[in-house]
């Protein structure tokens, strides 16, 4: 499914349009022995004990844990499940037509639509571009240009969404300019040290922000299914 909806986005509109059941929506505007034994306890012990600490100790254990930024096939593709009780695939359809549209209106959004909708599946894709803020002060604004899509597959009393397909247009006018995309960038490969305790300078920024994003865009889909 993922692979036709992807090649459905590199598609021109009107080969969009030939698809057998996806479609452009209308445009709307406004995750041994005892003392050997006794050895092993208090080494088992200790482990655990280090291992603890280490963990609750490491600063940002929240963006460095592994699967704070999942991959699959080699993709960055955060997904969240909801469990919605009591509504059918059209319901929440609906509501999440509703949620991905008063998105794309929001102050940082910069250009961006929900691209395509299958009635039948119930299904939505839906492609945005904002900006991302690291720091804002009087005399100055660190942010990024984001690209990302959102796919939403409803069905009866289950919403499965997927943010995926992120890259990153940041100071493009200046020689510190960056291009790059997630799976270059934020994944554990670039962004963290290879002991796994600290996030890397310069890439650091932007998987925290990323993760961030991440989880108050899945809590508004969250907050509208309640």
């Known amino acids: 499914m993922k692979k036709i909806i992807i090649a459905l986005l590199m598609c021109c509109p009107l080969m969009c349009a030939a698809q057998s059941e996806w479609e452009a929506p209308v445009t709307k505007k406004n995750n041994e022995t005892k003392e050997t034994k006794d050895t092993a306890k208090k080494s088992n012990k200790a482990d655990y004990k280090d291992a603890t600490l280490a963990t609750k100790d490491i600063k940002d254990w929240k963006y460095i844990q592994k699967g704070a930024v999942p991959e699959v096939d080699g993709k960055v593709v955060f997904t969240h499940d909801i469990d919605v009780n009591g509504k059918s695939a059209q319901q929440i ?39 991302l803020e690291f720091s804002k002060s009087f ?88």
């Open 93 to 131: 359809y609906d509501i999440v037509y509703t949620t991905l549209d008063s998105l794309t209106t929001k102050p940082e959004q910069i250009n961006s639509s929900i691209a395509l909708i299958n009635r039948k599946a119930f299904s939505i894709v839906a492609r945005y571009q904002e900006w």
């Open 139 to 226: 005399i100055s604004l660190d942010r990024t240009k984001m690209n990302y899509v959102i796919i939403a597959n409803c069905s009866d009393n289950k919403l499965h969404l997927s943010l995926e397909r992120i890259s990153y247009a940041y100071e493009e006018n200046r020689s510190t300019g960056l291009k790059t995309t997630a799976e270059k960038w934020i994944t554990d490969k670039y962004a963290v040290n290879k002991k796994g305790t600290k996030l890397i300078p310069g890439s650091a920024k932007f998987r925290k922000k990323t993760i961030d994003r991440k989880d108050q865009i899945f809590k508004m889909f969250d907050d509208a299914l309640k």
